[in-house]
């Protein structure tokens, strides 16, 4: 079959959007269903208004805002530094086989490790303030920052490297006028994907030492979850899921205006 229902078919702007929208749609019906006639239990799946009610709850507290920039700040604040660290070396390994063939054993490895299970080490590294938040968000996308960014520079299309040689250019002519204006799309892409790995993150990282002074959106689902809460922690994954979705939505749109090609 051809079309936008073949394989590989592409759907315009609108249809998508008509398509996305139609789907949540039929997915919060079946919520209300399920829900409003009692068919679940609200401990198990709480209705819309349980969960409005509990968000409400959290606001009335002087807590749901705090949480929600508390826990933006660490997820931006981990971002930077993954950028500023693993774009330039996922950069080199890349574009130069010795650096690659130095770290690669090196990033493969530490990527294998789960970063929940380093949590003693880093409290230990960094104690228990806010700076090891920020820590384990960085552990926890680092290393897939590192390899995109080398997948992204690998897959500049190697007649650009050879025609780039013919003329002359140098390494460097060659990694900052080919290499990188080739790959900065899936580069943009990666920190989209570390983004996105790092909101997977924020309920742990935020069990380091949080409480009412020092507020973040897994602190609110932790007190939620021991209180027995449920439309509390479903309305807080739900805010966790939408301020990761604009994120990435934002992420995707600046991307749109920076890069043309």
């Known amino acids: 079959m051809t079309g936008p229902f073949g394989v590989r078919g592409r759907l315009s702007p609108r249809v998508d959007l008509t398509v996305g929208l139609g789907a949540l749609g039929v997915l919060i019906l079946v919520w209300c269903l399920v829900t409003y006639s009692g068919w679940i239990r609200p401990l198990f799946l709480p209705s819309p208004t349980g969960i409005w009610e509990g968000l409400v709850a959290l606001h009335q507290k002087n807590w749901l805002v705090p949480a929600l920039l508390g826990s ?66 960085f552990l926890g996308a680092i290393f897939y920052m590192i390899l995109l960014v080398k997948s992204a520079i690998q897959s500049v299309d190697e007649d650009y490297v050879k025609v780039a040689y013919d003329m002359g250019a140098t390494s460097w002519q060659l990694l900052m006028k080919i290499l990188l204006p080739g790959a900065l799309v899936p580069i943009w ?24 002074e020092n507020l973040g959106l897994g602190y609110l689902l932790n007190i939620a979850s021991r209180t027995n809460q449920a439309g509390q922690v479903f309305g807080v994954l739900i805010v966790i899921a939408i301020i990761s979705s604009l994120t990435d939505f934002g992420m995707q749109r600046l991307r749109r205006r920076l890069f043309k090609w």
């Open 72 to 137: 933006l700040s660490r997820v931006l604040k981990a971002l930077a530094l993954v950028v500023l660290i693993g774009v330039p070396l996922g950069v080199l390994m890349g574009a130069f086989a010795p650096v690659d063939a130095a770290l690669r054993k090196l990033v493969n490895g530490a990527k294998s490790i789960p970063t929940t299970g380093i949590v003693g080490l880093i409290v230990l590294w960094f104690s228990i303030e806010e700076r090891a938040k920020i820590v384990f968000l």
């Open 189 to 212: 892409e990666a920190v989209v994907v570390c983004n996105g790995i790092m909101w997977t993150y924020i309920v742990l990282a935020e069990f380091i030492n949080s409480n009412e």
